[in-house]
Nanobody, 117 residues
Framework: QVQLVESGGGLVQTGGSLGLSCSASGRTFVYLAMAWFRQAPGKEREFVARIRWRGGDTSYADSVKGRFTISRDYAKNTVYLQMNNLEPEDTAVYYC??????????WGKGTQVTVSS
């Protein structure tokens, strides 16, 4: 079964850093864009960051601008999210999303990020 697999979550103190990565298992896809979303307990899933696969254009949620950086390794078909200066409000399950074009997309199962105060 083809799926996106996230890794790199964990527990960190306020002000710390974590890096997440995401790649597809099972086959290689051609992506239009890849993105990270997150969902905190009791809240809806929200957009975090997106990167256009060709060209590398990026966009971020206002809440993470200047602290998070999305990047991709074209050869490895992997997307990364570097998270710096983490805050307790960043605590959530982080999901990887791949836009394959049209309505076609993939989601990962998520990785937990917990920021302690």
């Amino acid at each position: 079964q083809v799926q996106l697999v996230e890794s790199g979550g964990g527990l960190v103190q306020t002000g710390g850093s974590l890096g997440l990565s995401c790649s597809a298992s099972g086959r290689t896809f051609v992506y239009l864009a890849m993105a990270w979303f997150r969902q905190a307990p009791g809240k809806e899933r929200e957009f975090v960051a997106r990167i256009r696969w060709r060209g590398g254009d990026t966009s971020y949620a206002d809440s993470v601008k200047g602290r998070f950086t999305i990047s991709r390794d074209y050869a490895k078909n992997t997307v990364y999210l570097q998270m710096n200066n983490l805050e307790p409000e960043d605590t959530a399950v982080y999901y990887c999303n791949a836009n394959l074009g049209g309505a076609a997309e993939l989601w990962g199962k998520g990785t937990q990020v917990t920021v302690s105060s």
